[in-house]
């Protein structure tokens, strides 16, 4: 197993020139009882990464992101700081959902937050605006995905839950071209059926997540597997190549036949 530097550093000199990003995975209770649903979006198809594919909302670490990271979590390291930043960022982008905020956000309020947001470019003055203030603890890491080639996404994946009510969320019909509400189960399905196309790292984590039946659950998953970087690399199995990933992350799938899986 490739390991360049722990979960809470950049990738060091000497290792592939990758791209931090952040992705957030957010839960919220099904309306009629059964696993939680999670927020996905289908990214359009021109995109370079991952055109075509439903993926959890999210992209790469803007320096601003790091700026205002430092600022808010002076405590953590500035990888994840920012990386957290980054995922509420693109979130809010994205869908138009502001998450992790103390108090109750109107849809009417993040309407408007995304507007400014997508006319400076930058979180810090959104939230100085609206006096949002971001409670950081409510996205926990949750994985960490690393390419070991150049230009690859240094992923931290985080989780975060909604619980019940009903939240606005619209697509930013610019890099996505839809939202949609599904469990991690169905979301499988629905790519067995060919109605959704799931990158690599996207199929891994939603046969993880596809094993919880709360927030909770997850919460308790991560505890049993402490986050370090997961390089995805190949490995010959019957002397086929297979694009495969280590043990001892929680996945249940380690890994398809290279010849299968859309790396993005």
């Known amino acids: 197993m490739i390991l360049y530097a722990p979960s809470n550093e950049p990738m060091p000199a000497d290792g592939p020139k990758v791209i931090p990003a952040a992705t957030l995975v957010i839960f919220r209770n099904a309306a009629h009882g059964g696993p939680p649903e999670l927020l996905m979006v289908q990214r359009a198809r021109a995109m370079r990464f991952a055109g075509g594919a439903a993926v959890f909302p999210g992209g790469r670490v803007d320096p601003a992101d790091r700026e205002l990271g430092a600022a808010l979590m002076p405590d953590q390291p500035i990888e994840l700081a920012a990386a957290r930043i980054a995922a509420i960022r693109e979130t809010l982008e994205e869908t138009g959902l502001m998450v992790a905020i103390r108090r109750p956000v109107t849809a009417e309020e993040a309407a408007q937050g995304r507007l400014m947001l997508l006319e400076c470019g930058a979180l810090a003055p959104v939230l100085e605006r609206f006096g949002w203030e971001i409670v950081p603890k409510r996205l926990v890491l949750y994985a960490h995905w690393c390419p070991p080639w150049d230009k690859g996404f240094d992923t931290r994946f985080f989780v975060t839950d909604l619980g019940t009510g009903a939240v606005d969320v619209t697509v930013d019909a610019t890099e996505n071209t839809r939202l949609f509400w599904t469990s991690a189960a169905e979301a499988l ?5 060919g109605e959704i196309a799931v990158i690599f790292p996207t199929r891994r984590n939603l046969e993880r997540l596809a094993r919880y039946g709360s927030h909770e659950d ?17 490995e010959m199995v019957d002397g086929e190549a297979w694009l495969m990933i280590p043990d001892g992350h929680g996945y249940p799938v380690r890994g398809q036949l290279k010849a299968h899986a859309d790396r993005g």
């Open 189 to 193: 399905a629905m790519a067995a059926r």
């Open 218 to 234: 997850a919460i308790a998953d991560i505890a049993r597997h402490p986050v370090e970087r997961i390089h995805p690399g190949i």
